[in-house]
């Protein structure tokens, strides 16, 4: 089994950063593909960011691409979200998924994932 804690949500102002942080235990896998998600009060879960299992392939929703970026670090196990000029609509609670993977492709949708974190709430104010 594998254990996922994310940290590093909190209430910040339009136009902030913030870093999330994703840290695996328990039964690590080689090479894992990592998402972030978000849901919003009243809204459907959506892709944030995620890399490839191989590491070789990222991706961005729309609305975050050029502002967030994802990084992972497979020796200490840990993925992180770098969020940068923050909205107001980027509130929401964020999620860490993994799941073993080697390929070469993001995935996107949630139902890939097998192991999710309990979630970290970002409040962004106007």
């Known amino acids: 089994q594998v254990h996922v804690v994310e940290s590093g949500g909190g209430l910040v102002q339009a136009g902030d950063s913030l870093t999330l942080s994703c840290a695996a235990s328990?039964?690590?896998?080689?090479?894992?593909?990592a998402g972030w998600f978000r849901q919003a009060p009243g809204k459907d879960r959506e892709f944030v960011a995620g890399?490839?299992?191989?590491?070789?392939?990222?991706d961005y929703s729309d609305s975050v691409k050029g502002r967030f970026t994802l990084s992972r670090d497979s020796g200490k196990n840990t993925v992180s979200l770098q969020m940068n000029s923050l909205k107001p609509a980027d509130t929401a609670v964020y999620y860490c998924?993994?799941?073993?993977?080697?390929?070469?492709?993001?995935?996107?949708?949630?139902?890939?994932?097998?192991?999710w974190g309990q979630g970290t709430q970002v409040t962004v104010s106007s």
């Open positions: 328990g039964r690590i896998f080689d090479s894992y593909a």
């Open positions: 890399i490839s299992g191989s590491g070789k392939s990222t």
């Open positions: 998924a993994l799941s073993w993977s080697r390929s070469d492709v993001v995935m996107e949708f949630g139902a890939e994932y097998d192991y």
